[in-house]
């Protein structure tokens, strides 16, 4: 027989351990901007609650359709020393062009790239999808 506290902290870890579950398999809000999201747990031990919380990172998307940015030009902020993470999807084929850093990475009709690099040179630069000429992002880097 379990005294009523363990019960209790055997309860409550079932509970955090639901919450938790929960928010794993509905996922975040489709906001998809660098902001993150937040996620809070509780657990009870011996009488003890325990909270955490982590931050995570969404990385920014852009999302190609017709040619164009969904949403228009994608406003991409970092500081220098940063790693700069993005992901492109495309309904058309073209080279993602990052003016600058001078990365280029072929997307297909239908599929993404993904960047990540260090945030190295200060300034303002464009990316685009080189074919077209056509800007989807503007990648700042500040001190």
Known sequence: MRSPAARIAIGLAALAAVVVLFI????GDDD????????TTQAAQGGTTTTQTQTVEATPQI???????VGGIKKLDYNK???VKFIVTSDVADEIHVHG???KEDVPAGGSVRFSFPASIEGVFEVELEDRKQQIAQL???P
Do not use: A, H, M
């Open 24 to 27: 794993v398999f509905t996922g």
């Open 32 to 39: 998809n901007d660098s902001k993150g999201s937040t996620t």
């Open 63 to 69: 999302t190609i359709r017709g040619g164009k940015p």
């Open 81 to 83: 020393g940063d790693q």
């Open 101 to 103: 850093y001078d990365l």
């Open 140 to 142: 700042k880097v500040e």
